[in-house]
C-alpha cells in the first residue's frame, strides 16, 4: 500500500500542528472554519498559530445552508489574498472537502483538523462538489497531514457521530457492489483495498457500545476506520472502493434537498438509510438460487435507450443532460447483445457473485447499530418523501459507471 500522511489523535493536536508548521516552515496559513467548528476548536487553533505572530487568514463560514458548491468555493476564494499558503480545514465534511477544493485550485497544500467523526472521507483526495445542480466526485488531493483533537470528537454532537457511522457502516456494502463491478463489468479491482474497506466496516460494527457512550478508545477506532476509508479511495484513485450504491441513493436525495433549498439532511444520514436498503437487496440475492436467477433474467426487459432518456429527463431534468451524456451503464445495457452478454456472465459468475453479498450484514443488523446510536433508519425519518424515495431508488444507478446491486436487482424485476 501507498505511504499515507501523518495521522495524529489525541489531546495535544493544537501543539502537534504548530511543531509541524515549524518543522516544515509553514508561515503563512489559511485557516478555514463555520461559526460551530470556530467554538468548537478553530479558534483555538487560530490563537495559537497568532501567538506564534505568524500570517493567517481566518475565514469563517455562516453555516446556515453551507454546501460544497459554488457559493461557498467563491466565498473562501474571495477571502485568498493569491499567495502561497498552507491551507487549514477545521471542520467536519463540507469544510474539509471546501478546502480540498480550494487549497488544490489554489495550488496549496492542507491540513486537516477534524471536529466530528461524521464522514469517512478526511483523507480522501476527491470532494463531493455540486455544481450547476450535479453533484459529483471531484478529484483534488489529500491532506498533507491530520490532526485530530480527541477530546473535541469525543464531545462533538451525537447526531454527528450517528452520521459518520452510518457513512463508515455503508463499508460493508459499498465494498461489494465494486467487487460485483469487477465480476460483471470487468471494473478495475484492488483485493488489498477491497479488504481494508470491508475491515473499515466491520470494525465499526464491532466498536458500536463504545460509539454510544464517546468512549475514547471507540472513537479512536471509529477515526482510524473512517481515515482508512479514505485511504481506499486516495489509494484506488476514485470512490469506487467506498462509494455505491448507497451513496448514489443518498446522493440523489442530498441533490433534491439542495435544488429545493431544503436544510436538515446529513450525509451519513441519508447513506445509512441508504445502505439499509441495499442490504435488503443483498439478502435476496444471498437467498437466489443460480437456476432462478437464469428465470429471472429471461424475463428481464430493459427499456429502450430512447425511453430511459426520456424517464430521465421527467425525473432528474436538472442533471439530466449530463447524466446522459457520461452513458451510464444501464443506458448501454439497452443494447440487446451487451445485455445478453451480461445476464451470461451474471449466471458464469454466479458463486463469486453471490460471495460478494455473503460478506453484507442484514439490513435488520444495520438497522439495529444505527439506531442503537439515534441515527435515522427510515427515509421518513430523513424527511424524504415517498416520491423521493421512488426516484432515487430508480434513477440513482444513472449516477456512476458502478455495477451496482441497485442494477442487479432492476434485472432481477425486484
Known amino acids: 500500500m501507498p505511504e499515507h500522511m501523518p495521522i495524529m489523535i489525541g489531546d495535544k493536536a493544537i501543539e502537534k500542528f504548530i511543531e509541524f508548521c515549524q518543522q516544515k516552515q509553514y508561515e503563512k496559513l489559511m485557516i478555514v472554519a463555520d461559526k460551530n467548528t470556530a467554538r468548537a476548536l478553530g479558534d483555538r ?6 501567538q506564534k505572530e505568524w500570517d493567517v487568514i481566518y475565514h469563517v463560514l455562516d453555516p446556515e445552508g453551507l454546501h460544497t458548491d459554488e457559493i461557498t468555493l467563491t466565498r473562501v476564494l474571495n477571502a485568498y489574498d493569491a499567495i502561497p499558503r498552507l491551507f487549514v480545514a477545521v471542520g467536519s465534511g463540507t469544510i474539509t472537502d471546501t478546502v480540498r477544493f480550494t487549497s488544490h485550485r489554489s495550488q ?17 483526495k476527491n470532494a463531493p462538489v455540486t455544481i450547476n445542480h450535479l453533484k459529483g466526485s471531484i478529484y ?3 491532506p498533507i497531514a491530520i490532526f485530530t483533537d480527541l477530546p473535541t470528537i469525543c464531545a ?8 459518520g457511522f452510518g457513512d463508515l457502516i ?15 463489468w470487468d471494473a478495475d ?13 466491520q470494525r465499526a460494527a464491532e466498536v458500536v457500545d463504545g460509539i454510544r457512550t464517546a468512549d475514547p478508545k471507540s472513537m479512536i477506532a471509529m477515526m482510524e476506520g473512517q481515515f482508512a476509508s479514505g485511504f481506499c479511495m486516495a489509494d484506488f484513485g476514485n470512490s469506487a472502493p467506498a462509494s455505491g450504491g448507497e451513496h448514489h441513493i443518498a446522493h440523489v436525495w442530498e441533490m433534491m434537498f439542495h435544488w429545493e433549498k431544503k436544510e436538515g439532511l446529513y450525509h451519513g444520514h441519508a447513506v445509512g438509510v441508504a445502505a439499509i ?16 436467477a ?41 443494447d440487446p447483445e451487451k445485455f445478453k452478454t451480461i445476464c451470461e456472465r451474471i449466471l458464469d459468475r454466479w458463486d463469486d457473485v453471490q460471495a460478494t453479498a455473503v460478506v453484507v450484514p442484514d439490513a435488520d443488523a444495520i438497522r439495529g447499530w444505527i439506531k442503537s446510536l439515534g441515527g435515522p433508519v427510515t427515509p421518513q425519518e430523513l424527511g424524504v418523501t415517498k416520491e423521493q424515495v421512488e426516484i432515487a431508488i430508480d434513477y440513482a444507478h444513472y449516477l456512476r459507471e458502478r455495477f451496482s446491486i441497485n442494477i442487479l436487482r432492476k434485472l432481477f424485476g425486484w
Open 156 to 163: 462533538s454532537p451525537k447526531f454527528l457521530t450517528a452520521s
Open 277 to 292: 436498503i441495499c442490504a435488503e437487496w443483498y439478502q435476496r440475492l444471498k437467498a437466489l438460487s443460480r437456476k432462478d
Open 189 to 201: 479491482f484492488d483485493e488489498e483495498i477491497y479488504a481494508s474497506g470491508l475491515r473499515a466496516g
Open 140 to 142: 483534488c488531493h489529500a
Open 170 to 184: 455503508s463499508k460493508l456494502t459499498a465494498p461489494s457492489d465494486w467487487k460485483m463491478s469487477h465480476l460483471i
Open 294 to 334: 437464469g428465470v429471472l433474467l429471461e424475463r428481464s426487459e430493459i427499456p429502450s435507450r430512447s425511453a430511459q432518456i426520456a424517464a430521465i429527463e421527467k425525473n432528474l431534468p436538472r442533471i439530466a443532460e449530463e447524466l446522459i451524456e457520461s452513458d451510464p451503464i444501464y443506458l448501454q445495457l439497452s
Open 45 to 50: 487553533v487560530f490563537q495559537a498559530v497568532k
Open 108 to 124: 496549496n497544500q492542507f491540513v486537516s483538523f477534524p471536529t466530528a467523526p461524521s464522514v469517512d472521507a478526511y483523507t480522501s
